[in-house]
Nanobody, 125 residues
Framework: QVQLVESGRGLVQAGGSLRLSCAASGRTFSSYTMGWFRQVPGKEREFVAAIYLEWGSTYYADSVKGRCTISRDNAKNTVYLQMNSLKPEDTAVYYC??????????????????WGQGTQVTVSS
Protein backbone atom coordinates (compact mmCIF):
# COMPACT_ATOMS: atom_id res chain seq x y z
CA GLN A 1 0.00 0.00 0.00
CA VAL A 2 1.42 3.33 -1.08
CA GLN A 3 1.64 6.00 1.58
CA LEU A 4 2.63 9.60 1.05
CA VAL A 5 3.30 11.80 4.06
CA GLU A 6 3.90 15.52 3.66
CA SER A 7 5.75 17.69 6.13
CA GLY A 8 7.00 21.23 6.29
CA ARG A 9 3.81 23.15 6.88
CA GLY A 10 4.29 26.69 7.99
CA LEU A 11 3.46 30.34 8.20
CA VAL A 12 5.91 32.61 6.43
CA GLN A 13 6.04 36.23 5.42
CA ALA A 14 5.87 37.26 1.80
CA GLY A 15 9.28 36.94 0.21
CA GLY A 16 10.24 34.10 2.51
CA SER A 17 11.04 30.48 1.78
CA LEU A 18 9.71 27.12 2.79
CA ARG A 19 10.59 23.53 1.95
CA LEU A 20 7.98 20.82 1.84
CA SER A 21 8.84 17.16 2.01
CA CYS A 22 6.94 14.10 0.83
CA ALA A 23 8.05 10.76 2.19
CA ALA A 24 6.82 7.79 0.16
CA SER A 25 6.56 4.23 1.34
CA GLY A 26 5.04 0.93 0.28
CA ARG A 27 6.62 0.54 -3.13
CA THR A 28 9.77 1.03 -5.13
CA PHE A 29 9.25 4.50 -6.53
CA SER A 30 12.09 4.72 -9.02
CA SER A 31 9.68 4.67 -11.99
CA TYR A 32 7.00 6.91 -10.50
CA THR A 33 5.99 10.45 -11.23
CA MET A 34 5.65 12.51 -8.07
CA GLY A 35 3.77 15.76 -8.07
CA TRP A 36 2.78 18.65 -5.88
CA PHE A 37 -0.64 20.24 -6.08
CA ARG A 38 -2.29 22.93 -4.03
CA GLN A 39 -5.82 23.86 -3.22
CA VAL A 40 -7.66 26.74 -1.62
CA PRO A 41 -11.27 26.50 -0.47
CA GLY A 42 -13.73 26.79 -3.31
CA LYS A 43 -11.17 26.24 -6.04
CA GLU A 44 -9.96 23.23 -7.97
CA ARG A 45 -6.76 21.50 -7.03
CA GLU A 46 -3.96 23.22 -8.93
CA PHE A 47 -0.81 21.70 -10.33
CA VAL A 48 2.43 23.09 -8.90
CA ALA A 49 5.30 20.84 -9.93
CA ALA A 50 6.17 17.27 -10.85
CA ILE A 51 9.21 15.07 -11.21
CA TYR A 52 9.61 11.80 -13.04
CA LEU A 53 11.89 9.92 -10.71
CA GLU A 54 13.55 7.64 -13.26
CA TRP A 55 14.85 10.48 -15.41
CA GLY A 56 14.84 13.28 -12.87
CA SER A 57 12.94 15.45 -15.35
CA THR A 58 10.98 18.26 -13.73
CA TYR A 59 7.90 20.24 -14.65
CA TYR A 60 6.43 23.42 -13.20
CA ALA A 61 3.31 25.49 -13.37
CA ASP A 62 3.91 28.93 -14.84
CA SER A 63 2.76 30.50 -11.58
CA VAL A 64 5.72 29.03 -9.67
CA LYS A 65 8.37 28.68 -12.36
CA GLY A 66 11.58 30.32 -11.22
CA ARG A 67 10.45 30.36 -7.60
CA CYS A 68 10.04 26.66 -6.84
CA THR A 69 12.29 23.67 -7.24
CA ILE A 70 11.19 20.07 -7.03
CA SER A 71 13.87 17.53 -6.22
CA ARG A 72 14.24 13.98 -5.04
CA ASP A 73 16.30 11.83 -2.76
CA ASN A 74 15.86 8.34 -4.14
CA ALA A 75 17.65 6.72 -1.23
CA LYS A 76 15.09 8.21 1.15
CA ASN A 77 12.10 7.86 -1.17
CA THR A 78 11.48 11.53 -0.53
CA VAL A 79 10.54 14.37 -2.82
CA TYR A 80 11.00 18.00 -1.87
CA LEU A 81 9.42 21.25 -2.95
CA GLN A 82 11.60 24.24 -2.23
CA MET A 83 9.55 27.42 -2.46
CA ASN A 84 11.21 30.82 -2.56
CA SER A 85 9.95 34.37 -2.94
CA LEU A 86 6.64 33.27 -1.55
CA LYS A 87 3.55 35.38 -2.22
CA PRO A 88 0.25 35.59 -0.35
CA GLU A 89 -1.40 33.89 -3.33
CA ASP A 90 0.74 30.83 -2.64
CA THR A 91 -1.33 30.25 0.48
CA ALA A 92 -3.02 26.87 0.14
CA VAL A 93 -3.05 23.29 1.30
CA TYR A 94 -0.28 21.53 -0.55
CA TYR A 95 -0.65 17.89 -1.54
CA CYS A 96 1.90 15.35 -2.61
CA UNK A 97 0.76 12.83 -5.20
CA UNK A 98 2.13 9.92 -7.21
CA UNK A 99 1.42 7.62 -10.13
CA UNK A 100 3.44 4.87 -11.70
CA UNK A 101 5.26 5.68 -14.91
CA UNK A 102 5.29 8.87 -16.93
CA UNK A 103 2.50 10.72 -18.66
CA UNK A 104 2.31 13.97 -20.53
CA UNK A 105 -0.71 14.68 -18.36
CA UNK A 106 1.40 15.02 -15.23
CA UNK A 107 -0.36 18.35 -14.59
CA UNK A 108 -3.79 16.75 -14.24
CA UNK A 109 -4.78 15.68 -10.77
CA UNK A 110 -6.76 12.83 -12.32
CA UNK A 111 -3.48 11.28 -13.48
CA UNK A 112 -2.44 10.56 -9.91
CA UNK A 113 -3.43 7.45 -8.01
CA UNK A 114 -1.99 8.22 -4.60
CA TRP A 115 -2.28 11.32 -2.44
CA GLY A 116 -0.94 12.57 0.83
CA GLN A 117 -3.08 14.16 3.49
CA GLY A 118 -2.00 17.70 2.65
CA THR A 119 -0.05 20.33 4.52
CA GLN A 120 -0.99 23.96 5.07
CA VAL A 121 1.19 26.76 3.78
CA THR A 122 0.24 30.30 4.75
CA VAL A 123 2.02 33.35 3.38
CA SER A 124 1.31 36.61 5.13
CA SER A 125 1.59 39.97 3.42
Amino acid sequence: QVQLVESGRGLVQAGGSLRLSCAASGRTFSSYTMGWFRQVPGKEREFVAAIYLEWGSTYYADSVKGRCTISRDNAKNTVYLQMNSLKPEDTAVYYCAAFRGYSGSYYRYSSYDHWGQGTQVTVSS
